[in-house]
Nanobody
Framework: QVQLVESGGGLVQAGGSRRLSCAAS????????MGWYRQVPGKQRELVAA???????NYADSLKGRFTISRDNAKNTVYLQMNSLKPEDTAIYYC?????????WGQGTQVTVAS
């Protein structure tokens, strides 16, 4: 069973930066892609960014230029660098790993952006 453990969440002031990490229990090379999603109460979980095994990235249009996804295959870790944070970025951020039709999820990490 794959385990994904997110870290790096917390309270940050608007305009600040935060880096989230997602550590997998095994190699991430076998996954088709890794990604970050976020969710606020009452809303659907939405894609933030994804990175394919070959390194191609995809971002939510509204977040391009502020968020950057990256991966360190040697450390089995995926990162999400978040800059110029806004109060509307407040959410639980989830790491995801995609293998064919299966999606594995982490437990999530709360990011709160104070105005």
């Amino acid at each position: 069973q794959v385990q994904l453990v997110e870290s790096g969440g917390g309270l940050v002031q608007a305009g600040g930066s935060r880096r989230l990490s997602c550590a997998a229990s095994g190699s991430i090379l076998g996954f088709n892609a890794m990604g970050w999603y976020r969710q606020v109460p009452g809303k659907q979980r939405e894609l933030v960014a994804a990175i394919a095994s070959g390194g191609v990235t995809n971002y939510a249009d509204s977040l391009k230029g502020r968020f950057t996804i990256s991966r360190d295959n040697a450390k089995n870790t995926v990162y999400l660098q978040m800059n110029s944070l806004k109060p509307e970025d407040t959410a639980i951020y989830y790491c995801a790993a995609f293998y064919r039709t299966i999606t594995f999820w982490g437990q999530g990490t709360q990011v709160t952006v104070a105005s």
